[in-house]
């Protein structure tokens, strides 16, 4: 099951890539071929067949994916981790004047799941994070502590009624800024702020309290996965999504 080649994203442009982690069992076991002899390994470490399945089909289709843009056999990517989990791929596209060359664009990658849906983000030579969240019954035990100070007092003020869908696009935006940094929940909650009266694309209001820096940044809203809340963020000004599936 490879992936036919896959041209790069542009320079202002990120690729994004859904699909359905559940899968029947022989596609499961093309995906598991395509695994490395750690992620397999990891995979037998869940607790849960249903979680098992879905980590196999998770990885095995970023590694075609990424084997489709860099023209290499999934089973042949190397990936590693960044100093906080981050991954990215050590491979890298050949230039087109020979292995020697510099390479005549860079892939960076960035990969979210929520219950059975995954979405990857691709892009050329830009730091990028993807996030997306199952919308689910919200209830006084989600932690709100995601939050700034501003923005309780916005989320105390909605009504029930938006409660659910702004609380976990609001997390979808700050889980994609922060990953765009390589963190994850590292920081503290106020470090991306954003006003939850916009809805779709926006720019964080403060980053660590500053609005100049937060003018660098661009937030889009993923709207293609049904019941899901989903964002794409990067430090970078003028960039656009193009949704491939």
Excluded at 61 to 86: D, H, I, V
Excluded at 109 to 125: D, K, R, V, Y
Excluded at 151 to 162: I, M, T
């Amino acid at each position: 099951m490879s992936c036919a080649t896959l041209a790069p994203p542009a320079a202002h442009e990120v690729h994004v890539w859904q699909w359905n982690l559940d899968v029947d069992d022989a596609e499961l076991d093309r995906y598991r071929a395509m695994l490395s002899r750690e992620e397999q390994e990891r995979a037998g470490h869940f607790c849960f067949e249903r979680h098992r399945r879905r980590f196999i089909a998770g990885r095995g289709q970023l590694r075609r994916l990424l084997g489709g843009y860099l023209e290499l056999a999934p089973q042949a990517l190397t990936l590693a981790y960044g100093p906080e989990g981050k991954p990215f791929c050590a491979s890298q596209p050949n230039s087109p004047n020979g292995p020697d060359s510099p390479a005549s664009w860079t892939l960076h990658f960035n990969l979210s799941h929520s219950e059975n849906t995954a979405a990857l983000a691709i892009s050329n030579g830009l730091e990028i994070g993807i996030d997306i969240e199952r919308i689910r019954p919200f209830d006084e035990s989600m932690p709100v502590e995601v939050f700034a100070k501003r923005e309780r007092e916005q989320f105390a003020a909605l009504s029930d009624a938006q409660r659910q869908t702004i609380f976990f696009e609001t997390w979808a935006r700050k889980e994609a800024c922060l990953k765009a940094l390589g963190t994850g929940f590292v920081l503290p909650p106020d470090h991306f702020e954003f006003d939850l009266s916009l809805r779709g694309d926006t720019t964080p209001r403060y980053v660590a309290g500053d609005a100049n820096e937060a003018a660098h940044w661009r937030v889009r809203a993923l709207t293609t996965i049904a019941g899901c809340a989903g964002a794409v963020a990067a430090r970078h000004a003028a960039w656009s999504l193009v949704i491939k599936n």
